[in-house]
């Protein structure tokens, strides 16, 4: 009695596995455990990367509210950034009018999906599990899911992709790119291949770049990924782009994220958070912006990469000698999607891997949290992706050995 007005609401991905490791007495700066769960990359600075900030100033001024849409010179220093990064050539410049800063990037994603209308919007599976909740929590659209083939490496071509497009009715369509949890990377033509059906069928598509530095072989050393290069005219074009300070700058602490999109939709997206969120502290936004020239996002994309390429490496490599297979291998984010039905029974479905990984002190999720479905969280038995789990390589290389030794055991175990 008295709590029939709430619903129940399920727990992300990263939660429902923290959530079982806190029973046995996991929890942050607890150096006993090793968390493959985590979706925050270290955020130590790395060699030759950009120097950490440790002290933020506090003016007057930044003890008041920011503008909803965020101070209009991060948004300009943002537009900027991608103007030099990807748009020299182009004739259509981004102005800070096409850029939403929020705090965070769910909230930056909720802004979002609260300014869609009555329309089918197109999802992936797998995908990133807090999409699930997000896709449900606004009922004005239908969710429409796309089923991504393991035997095809989770590819999906540009033809498949006008397909869907024009038999689903889809006015709006979300991907992670590079893909969280999968690492798949859709990059050079065959992006600027979804860039253009987008254009051309008056589809939404919204890219999801949280990890556009994390690209280890499809862009140049140094380059980050983004779908900004091949957009013509972001008036007209459809596409839009969330991103954020959290992963490619690694300050996911400071809760900053932005969308850049036309002018219509950033109004849109500017009313929605004047009513969700109120938007992000305006300290940490002015903090921002000195990481955000063109300059420091090159240098630390550049010690970045060389940093977590070999992290993918080594677990690459170890995961493959305990007989883990891998659909596709990584080629972005710091995720690997791997396939642990090789393994012995007990330890060869994605529950039953967290389980006995959780007594030694490892911890990391079941691939059915990536089967995105709206209504329906974190269902196991059904799941296509009961086999699969989700590592991630964002912890410190010391870290991931020490865990990587501890599955090596476990595997040992069982053998």
Known sequence: MGNDAFKKVPMTGVIYANGKASKLG????????????QGQAETGKLENGVERVENIPVSEIDQEYSPVAGLKELRQTIADM???LYRQDKEHKFTFENISV????????TRLFASIGRCNVGHFLPDYTAYEELLTTFADFNTIPIMLKPEDGYSFT??????EIQGRGLSALLVSNPCNPTGAVIAGEELKGWVDAGRDLDCSIIFDEFYSSYVYDKVGHGETLSSAQHIHD??????????????????????????????KVIKSINSAGSFLDGGAPRPIQRACIPLLTPENVTKETKALQLAFDKKRQLMMRELKGMGITFDREPEGSFYMWINVSQLPEGINTGEDFLNEALKRKVITIPGSAFDVNPGKRMKKAGSRFKNYL??????DILSIEK????????????S
Do not use: C, H
């Not at 540009?158 to 397909?163: F, I, K, P």
């Not at 989700?390 to 912890?395: E, H, M, N, V």
């Open 403 to 414: 865990g990587l030794e501890r599955l090596r055991e476990m595997v040992k175990d069982f």
């Open 158 to 163: 540009v033809d498949e992709l006008r397909e």
């Open 26 to 37: 996991f929890y942050r700066g607890n150096e006993a455990w090793v968390s493959f769960a």
């Open 234 to 263: 972001i008036e007209t074009d459809g596409a839009l782009i969330v991103n954020g300070i959290g992963k490619n700058q690694r300050y996911p602490g400071w809760r900053v994220a932005w969308v850049v999109a036309s002018k």
């Open 390 to 395: 989700r590592l991630s390589y964002g912890p």
């Open 102 to 109: 929020a705090a965070g990037g769910r909230a930056a994603l």
């Open 82 to 84: 991608y103007n030099e």
